[in-house]
């Protein structure tokens, strides 16, 4: 049988590949694409010619008795998101999951993660940390915020364009001034990192477009 490598791509900046990622790409049987677009500006980069095979959560049915088939002929699969560590609040658990159902090989290609880079970046402490990936919906974005933040550890929240400082809001509201971090466009070319406490950030301007990673200290963090 086939290997499946689930491979780590660039956040951002596109030469933060790893050379041992590029090595799987080019000499893969077929990449698995969350979306084919995005993955062919990484490939062109590299001069990498590719067939890729559309592979989502929406069509996850559809598509993994192909992907079966190919690895039980010996065909040697990379599965990839649009950014980053695939299955990080990215498609692929289900899949990984089938294919070891069936004692298939997978093997991980580590490389970017927003998380480890927003933690490494905004001095918040990292001995601990909670990844709650997007939030849902206000009610229940509340109840999580209030079981986890009496944890003893740093939250770490994705965020979308345009919805950051609502998502301020809530945490001012469920855990108080809270000290946080505010990580945008990581490894790209407005990429920028603010830290202070909720209340300090939500007075002060900054750009809202872009993808977010919001830290959340815990409570009675102060940085000295």
């Known amino acids: 049988m086939g290997i499946l490598y689930v491979v780590a791509t660039p956040i951002g900046?596109?030469?933060?590949?790893?050379?041992?990622?590029?090595?799987?790409?080019?000499?893969?049987?077929?990449i698995l694409s969350e979306d084919t677009r995005e993955t062919k500006k990484l490939l062109d980069k590299y001069n990498i010619n590719a067939f890729q095979i559309s592979y989502r959560d929406q069509n996850h049915k559809q598509v993994i008795s192909k992907i079966l088939?190919?690895?039980?002929?010996?065909k040697n699969l990379v599965l990839v998101s649009d950014s980053g560590t695939p299955l990080i609040s990215d498609p692929g658990f289900k899949l990984v999951g089938a294919v070891r159902a069936k004692n298939g090989k997978v093997v991980p290609i580590p490389g970017a993660s927003s998380i480890t880079a927003a933690?490494?970046?905004?001095?918040?402490?990292?001995?601990?940390?909670?990844?709650?990936?997007?939030?849902?919906?206000?009610?229940?974005?509340?109840?999580?915020?209030?079981?986890?933040?009496e944890l003893d550890t740093t939250l770490v929240i994705f965020e979308s364009p345009f919805r950051v400082r609502k998502l301020l809001g809530s945490i001012r509201l469920v855990l108080g001034n809270r000290y946080i971090g505010i990580c945008r466009e990581l490894t790209k070319i407005h990429e920028e990192v603010l830290t202070g406490?909720?209340?300090e950030l939500l007075e002060k301007k900054f750009n809202e477009k872009g993808e977010f990673v919001v830290l959340v200290a815990k409570d009675g963090y102060i940085p000295r």
């Open 119 to 149: 933690l490494s970046a905004a001095g918040l402490p990292t001995d601990k940390f909670i990844f709650l990936g997007f939030l849902p919906k206000k009610a229940a974005a509340e109840k999580m915020l209030k079981l986890y933040g």
């Open 197 to 199: 406490s909720v209340s």
């Open 69 to 74: 088939e190919l690895l039980e002929k010996g």
């Open 13 to 30: 900046n596109l030469s933060d590949v790893t050379l041992r990622a590029l090595e799987v790409l080019k000499s893969s049987d077929a």
